[in-house]
């Protein structure tokens, strides 16, 4: 079955410490792998995606992921959080192909304290 | 940057009353989604369109769901006889023929009462 698991539901991290988003898929087909994240009110956006190649794929507001075929996982990092990375945190997985489903995580709501 | 547009950001409607959700995808876009999250619940797949035909659908999708694009610009999802279990966020998203990296709305929050 195809799926996509964040283990954590919630992760507080103080402000200025690095975090680290876990996220385990399985998926029959070569993954397309993404991170999204969404504000209290807001959509998703994009935070960064793996293709192919490099396995240590950055993102924007300072977010990198690393891709590990291994153990079929798409962890997100960041070296240092700011209060305002505080939202929820979707990865999801999906095929090449436009136009077929990406599968998404249950999320990871972070909360960053002072 | 191009955004995609969705209309209206909340709506409430009664238990059997039908709705339409609108969305202007990104223009230089084929490909469209629906996307739903129930409170509390992750995002979930409703349909995907290109070319005027559903792509690929979920089993969510059923009878009193349907899509179109009734213009150039906009893309729609009608719900025929709403039921307090499609109280949900509901997202559009496009992409373009390339690859599956989809481009999300803002949302419209359907509450039904």
């Known amino acids: 079955a195809q799926s996509v698991t964040q283990p954590d539901i919630h992760i507080t991290v103080s402000e200025g410490a690095s975090l680290e988003l876990r996220c385990n898929y399985s998926?029959?087909?070569?993954?397309?792998l993404f991170w999204y994240v969404q504000s209290p009110g807001q959509g998703l956006q994009l935070l960064l995606k793996y293709f192919s190649g490099d396995t240590l794929v950055q993102g924007i507001k300072g977010f990198e992921a690393e891709f590990k075929r291994s153990q079929s996982s798409f962890n997100l990092r960041k070296p240092s959080v700011h209060w305002s990375d505080a939202a929820e945190y979707f990865c999801a997985v999906g095929a090449r192909q436009a136009g077929t489903a990406l599968i998404f995580g249950k999320g990871t709501t972070l909360s960053v304290s002072s | 940057e191009p955004e995609v547009t969705q209309t209206p950001s909340h709506q409430v409607t009664q238990m059997g009353q039908e709705v339409i959700l609108r969305c202007v995808p990104i223009?230089?876009?084929?490909?469209f989604y629906w996307y739903r999250q129930i409170l509390g619940q992750k995002v979930e797949f409703l349909v995907s369109f290109y070319n005027n035909e559903i792509s690929e659908k979920s089993e969510i999708f059923d009878d009193q769901f349907s899509v179109e694009r009734p213009d150039g610009s906009n893309f729609t999802l009608k719900i025929r006889s709403t039921k307090l279990e499609d109280s949900a966020m509901y997202f559009c998203a496009s992409s373009t023929v390339s690859n599956t990296e989809a481009f999300f709305g803002q949302g419209t929050r359907l509450t039904v009462v």
């Open positions: 998926y029959g087909a070569t993954p397309y």
């Open positions: 223009s230089n876009h084929l490909y």
